[in-house]
């Protein structure tokens, strides 16, 4: 089953169901050895390093599952100035990353303009580096405009590709064909453009799942996201069970085998419900990680969900603690923008 899988790069819904239910440990263990080698075939041993700034939590939207909604009174918001952020920037190219992903809640008060400035300006200070944007669903001119001046990469999970599970999630606002058609927008303009999801979403099942597979098998992106979901005691899912370590391993190594050259992070998610879960990401066939260049002073604001790790580390700490962390299996952390690999 695992060399089709590999060969055809394609899963059917039966071998997802037998690879997500099997308790053979032994085929699991193969699953991951194949996407492992699968990744190193074509990223060597190399672990591309992203720098996140997170930079405002204010968030216009109201998504059940996470932190940092518009509903809860209890979030303390943030922004951080243009300053602010080029100082995050600063730090990290000395330290060696060379991606900076700028992630934030739907904040309106950044404005086109505002992201266009900051984009340039990081693009005019360090022109060797990629800059990713993660602020959500805009028009097809805003993404141009940004995409205009200089963005390289957006990362835009599509959460669940099951319109029935997508409106579990969210409120009646959000749709799911607008967040399929803004992927398709970014990939259009030129963006290395990243979807993904959460593992062990409420109501997800082995459809939705099937049905996320089906979705990056059609959009083809440079990059996808997954990570647990873990509960957030200020959300409508407080007392939802967070997605397991297990499953998050298995679903990386699908997707490594069935969309091979993909960047995949090993992500702070995972981090953060196994103390080895990013190390035993990469092992699973993942090659990115993305340590906190965030000042630490907002850190532990930045909450899509609870017991998040690393609020209270420096960014050289954070980085020094990932190459140790990758060393430590075999791996090695580069400087480098890390681009997709066609
Ligand atoms: N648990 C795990 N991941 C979450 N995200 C948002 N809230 C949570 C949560 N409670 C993820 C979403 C979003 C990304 C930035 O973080 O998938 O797209
Ligand atoms: Fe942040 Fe280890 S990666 S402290």
């Given at each position: 089953m695992l060399e089709s899988i590999q060969n055809t790069q394609s899963i059917s819904r039966e071998e997802l169901d037998a690879i997500l239910q099997t308790q053979d440990s032994f085929l699991i263990q193969e699953l991951h050895k194949k996407a492992q080698q699968t990744a190193t075939q074509i990223y060597g041993n190399k672990i591309y390093i992203r720098g996140l700034i997170e930079f405002t939590n204010y968030c216009k939207n109201n998504c059940y599952y996470c932190g940092i909604r518009n509903g809860n009174t209890k979030a303390d918001r943030y922004r951080l100035t243009t300053e602010q952020i080029l100082s995050c920037c600063k730090t990290g190219w000395n330290l060696g990353f060379r991606t900076f992903v700028l992630q934030g809640g739907e904040?309106?008060?950044?404005t086109d303009v505002k992201i266009c400035q900051i984009v340039q300006e990081i693009k005019s200070k360090y022109p060797d580096c990629a800059v990713t944007l993660s602020i959500g669903e805009k028009s097809e001119e805003s993404y141009q405009a940004y995409f205009n001046a200089g963005a390289d990469r957006y990362l835009l999970r599509?959460?669940?590709?099951d319109e029935e599970h997508y409106r579990k999630l969210h409120?009646?606002?959000?749709?799911l064909n607008n967040r399929k058609n803004c992927l398709k927008v970014l990939k259009k303009i030129g963006y290395q453009t990243g979807c993904g999801f959460m593992v062990?979403?409420?109501?997800?099942?082995v459809d939705t799942l099937y049905q996320d597979l089906l979705f990056i098998k059609e959009l083809k992106p440079e990059m996808v996201g997954i990570g647990p979901f873990i509960p957030h005691k200020?959300?409508?899912?407080?007392?939802q069970p967070a997605g397991t370590l297990d499953l998050t391993l298995r679903l990386l190594s699908i997707i490594r085998l069935i969309h091979p050259h993909v960047l995949l992070p090993a992500t702070t998610a995972l981090g953060t419900i196994d103390p080895k879960g990013r190390e035993k990401g990469i092992l699973a066939g993942g090659n990115v990680v993305m340590p906190n260049l965030s000042p630490v002073n907002v850190r532990d604001k930045y909450k899509l969900y609870d017991n998040k790790i690393c609020t209270g580390d420096e960014a050289a700490e954070c980085k020094a603690c990932m190459a140790a962390r990758m060393k430590s299996i075999g791996y090695e952390v580069v400087t480098d923008r890390g681009d997709y690999k066609v």
């Open positions: 904040d309106p008060y950044y599509h959460e669940t590709a409120p009646q606002q959000m749709s062990g979403s409420p109501g997800q099942t200020d959300t409508p899912f407080a007392d």
